[in-house]
């Protein structure tokens, strides 16, 4: 399997900033290289047109409000590559989903 590193390297030229700047954001916030805490906490990934971000449907539905403007789906948000990168709004979500999961193995 390939690091984040390489995955992010290996994507189209044009999606690599972004991708560099979610995996940062997220890095910052979770504990060293992993994004994983006895379950996935979040996922992203570079697709044609988009940015995919995937917080699970719980955090998807916790922040449905803020989620107005983006195309979404039950667990999944798209953020275009025309846009910047709505970093509060992916830390308040990747927030919730390390509280979420610490909470359940509490």
């Known amino acids: ?9 290996d994507a189209e030229k044009d999606q690599q900033p972004m991708l560099k700047e979610i995996y940062q954001l997220i890095k910052e916030m979770v504990p060293p290289e992993t994004f994983h805490l ?9 697709m044609k047109k988009h940015l995919g971000f995937y917080p699970t449907p719980s955090a998807m539905e ?19 590559y025309t846009q910047e990168l709505p970093r509060n709004l992916i830390k308040e979500m990747v927030r919730f989903r ?4 610490m909470e359940k193995n509490a």
């Open 38 to 46: 006895t379950e996935n906490l979040v996922h992203f990934g570079a």
């Open 1 to 9: 399997m390939a690091t984040i590193e390489e995955y992010i390297n």
């Open 62 to 80: 916790e922040f449905q409000e803020q989620l107005k403007e983006y195309k979404t789906s039950k667990g999944a948000l798209q953020i275009p």
């Open 98 to 101: 390390l509280k979420e999961v």
